[in-house]
């Protein structure tokens, strides 16, 4: 009787772990768009860089559509961000593990 309420017991821990692992491999999964918008803010900078130097006198137009263009950039990172910790934390398989373990 005792063995079969360990195994069972040992089923749901482990299907838990799974779900959890699980979890953090989305959550790593959704901030791959920040590297796309890494980049592409750095390849911003760096055109931003090059016409500035070709024609000094639009450098603050040029400065303020970069940084207009940084910030829509950096929104789609934010989001997935966003989507990384709502999958960590607030997922509700996570309470229901934490319940259940401790």
Not at 31 to 52: R, T
Not at 75 to 94: D, H, K
């Amino acid at each position: 009787m005792y063995s079969q309420i360990m195994d069972i017991y040992t089923q749901q821990v482990a299907a838990a772990g799974f779900i959890l692992a699980m979890s953090a491999l989305g959550a790593g999964l959704a901030m791959l768009p920040s590297l796309s918008a890494g980049f592409g803010q750095g390849m911003a900078a760096a055109k931003a860089v090059e016409a500035v130097g070709r024609n000094p006198e639009a450098a603050g137009e040029i400065r303020t559509t970069m940084i207009i263009g940084s910030a829509l950039a950096e929104t789609g990172a934010i989001y997935a961000l966003l989507v990384a910790l709502i999958l960590l934390f607030v997922n509700p398989l996570f309470t229901m593990f934490v319940n259940f373990v401790g």
